[in-house]
């Protein structure tokens, strides 16, 4: 069992960015993918960037060249350069560490963007 603890959200105007944090209490090599959704009020779970084991990335169509993802093995830590931000970006953004056997998800983090 891992648990998943996110940070960094919070309230931003157009155009500025946010730095999400994912912090596991394990070890996340052992993760075939680690990565964020987001839920927006009255709207599904969404895709928002994944990484995989061997460094692949795949980001959803709306947040390419503007949001990053990334990894620290070493911090057992993934983030989310959120740059651009627009209004539609405001969600609860959660964390998802998936293996072969299981999912665990993050509690969500709020990110409020402003127009």
């Known amino acids: 069992q891992v648990q998943l603890v996110e940070s960094g959200g919070g309230l931003v105007q157009t155009g500025g960015s946010l730095r999400l944090s994912c912090a596991a209490s394990g070890s996340i090599f052992g993760f075939n993918v680690m990565g964020w959704f987001r839920q927006a009020p009255g709207k599904q779970r969404e895709l928002v960037a994944t990484v995989g084991r061997a460094g692949n990335l795949n980001y959803a169509d709306s947040v390419k060249g503007r949001f990053t993802i990334s990894k620290d093995s070493a911090k057992n830590t993934v983030y989310l350069q959120m740059n651009s931000l627009k209004p539609e970006d405001t969600a609860v953004y959660y964390c998802?560490?998936?293996?072969?056997?299981?999912?665990?998800w993050g509690q969500g983090t709020q990110v409020t963007v402003s127009s």
């Open positions: 998802l560490a998936s293996s072969p056997l299981n999912n665990f």
